[in-house]
């Protein structure tokens, strides 16, 4: 189920043997989304190394596995939504957002489905009660088309969701990038995607063990992530992205599909986007109402960026 992609090595490839008295490595888990590559690009090209920080990058192709490795404590962080942030508080295994990232999430399906409208009654993958759920929401939302406007499917792994549609096992799906530049490259349509509905509910998240017992060493990780967002809005990454494909899990024919995005450095989410989510989830009953913004986020940086992503006010439901 899971997946090491990377272990305790150094920027040469060489094993690093953690020492007594050494602080284990910071364990991170990656989705196959563009929101893994700048943590990617700063593990290859040895930024968190040059912060004295060891890291390992675990890989995930499901976000259901990704979170049962949250919840065992296999991992310190992840690249994961506000969506999960809420339901692991409420879980009782307290996680924290501490800086969006650049996801984007597309709904794909067969060739006669133009737009949203025209897929009226079909059938469109999905991982329920996920960021995939809520997105999908906030697209029929913003259409102004009702809950049952389309029927849900579950499959929890990406991948699978594209090949299936591919394949025309399956009428439409929500996958993430680089995957929706395959799909429109083999003729499937783009039919809505989280840049069109300006929504953007995706964050890296640590513990709460991890930030009340090793800030010095997120104030390191998000140095060399910043890094790494610099690096990647101001250089051609074709040289690295073999490397960064392996590390994040991505299948080998994508690299040829990349299309890397402006990334951003460490931003919180705007309140507004997180009240969205909540209230969302508390509709859902997969929270309770007493849990409140502060609750989804922590400020590692001295001086945070808040984030201006969404122009959306907040959803009435």
Not at 253 to 266: A, H, K, N
Request: hydrophobic share 45%; proline share 4%.
């Amino acid at each position: 189920m899971i997946f090491l992609l990377a272990t305790c090595v150094d920027v040469n490839g060489d094993r690093i043997d953690i020492t007594e008295g050494e602080k284990p490595p910071l364990k991170i888990g990656l989705m196959p989304t563009m929101d893994s590559v700048a943590i990617a690009t700063a593990y290859e090209l040895g930024f968190f190394d040059s912060q004295g920080l060891k890291v390992e990058l675990i890989s995930f192709s499901s976000a259901r596995d990704r979170d049962s490795a949250f919840q065992a404590g296999a991992l310190d962080g992840a690249t994961v939504d506000l969506i999960a942030v809420g339901l692991f508080n409420e879980s009782g295994k307290p996680i924290r957002a501490t800086s969006v990232t650049t996801a984007h999430f597309t709904l794909i399906g067969q060739p006669q489905y133009e737009d949203i409208e025209s897929l009226a009654g079909g059938s469109v993958l999905i991982s329920s009660n996920t960021a995939i759920d809520f997105v999908l929401d906030q697209m029929l939302h913003a259409f102004d088309l009702p809950y049952d406007h389309i029927v849900r499917e579950e499959v929890g792994n990406i991948p699978t969701r594209f090949e299936m549609v591919r394949a025309g096992q399956a009428q439409a799906a929500l996958i993430s990038e680089p995957f929706a530049t395959m799909a429109g490259a083999d003729g499937l349509s783009i039919i809505s995607d989280t840049f069109q509905i300006d929504f953007n509910p995706f964050v890296l998240a640590f513990s709460l063990d991890v930030i009340e017992n090793r800030t010095d060493d997120l104030h390191s990780f998000y140095i060399a992530y910043n890094e790494a967002v610099e690096f990647l809005n101001t250089n051609l990454v074709e040289t690295h992205l073999e490397v960064i494909v392996d590390l994040i899990g991505f299948p080998e024919e994508v690299v040829d599909y990349i299309q890397t995005p402006t990334f951003l450095r460490s931003t919180l989410p705007s309140y507004e986007i997180i009240e969205v989510v909540r209230q969302w989830l508390i509709d859902k009953e997969l929270i309770s109402e007493d849990m409140n913004i502060e609750d989804f986020i922590f400020e590692v940086q001295d001086k945070p960026h808040r984030n201006c992503y969404s122009k959306m006010n907040a959803i009435d439901y």
